[in-house]
């Protein structure tokens, strides 16, 4: 197994609390009584809506959230009528129907976010997260991005490898700390300076405690190289 390369910053999602927790430091703060910074926010949901981006700066940081990244939700849930009929679900617990990528919510964030005005900017971190990590052509889909929204995207992320039942809702390849296909993401990554934000289970749903945590073993591999 790869070891991540050592110029690489990846954030497991499972620290997003410790940097919600963190205290700004006075020359990140750009508010008097700005408490912290915000290291996981979906601005879209598992059908691409969401909260207005301005209502977000404005109204939900204020002045107490100092800076934040933002991303949308990578996965699309199908609305199958012989699934849910007249009903459309707007979550994946919400109806049997597969999940799918959708590719177009980085483009989404990238607009949103280039309406806002210098100041509000300076706030925020968009990150690109419409690629599938099972797929050897997700590092292409990334550089695209950059090509078309040069100066918008801090990193990419948050996606995930294994996460409970989202994972077997995803059309195609499962997704694996073990793939290729990630081997390329880390080191287009370290290549460009992106940030990372990953999200992996340490272990399977409902699985008996003496079960080996094989998810956290396998990303502890990755990043020690062991």
């Not at 800076?67 to 459309?88: H, K, M």
Request: hydrophobic letters at 40%; a negative charge; aromatic letters at 14%.
């Amino acid at each position: 197994m790869r070891r991540i390369p050592a110029s690489i910053r990846v954030l497991p999602a499972f620290l997003c609390l410790v940097a919600l927790a963190a205290p700004a430091s006075a020359k990140d703060t750009p508010a008097s009584g700005c408490l912290f910074h915000d290291a996981h926010f979906h601005l879209t949901n598992y059908v691409q809506q969401g909260t207005d981006i301005h209502k977000y700066v404005d109204e939900i940081m204020g002045s107490k959230i100092c800076r934040s990244t933002v991303f949308g939700i990578p996965l699309q849930q199908t609305w199958s009528y012989e699934n849910s009929g007249d009903f459309a679900p707007t979550y994946y617990l919400q109806s049997d129907a597969p999940l799918y990528y959708y590719s177009f919510t980085d483009a989404y964030i990238a607009n949103a976010y280039l309406k806002l005005r210098p100041e509000q900017r300076q706030r925020l971190d968009p990150m690109i997260t419409g690629f599938n990590p099972a797929d050897m052509y997700g590092v292409d889909h990334m550089r695209r991005v950059l090509e078309t929204y040069p100066g918008v995207f801090t990193g990419i992320g948050e996606f995930s490898i294994h996460k409970e039942f989202v994972s077997a809702k995803v059309s195609g390849d499962v997704a694996s700390l073990i793939d290729p296909a990630l081997d390329r993401i880390f080191d287009f990554t370290a290549e460009s300076g992106l940030l990372s934000i990953l999200h992996s289970d340490i272990h399977m749903p409902f699985v008996k405690p003496e079960f080996k945590r094989l998810y956290f073993d396998q990303f502890s591999s990755i990043i020690t190289g062991q």
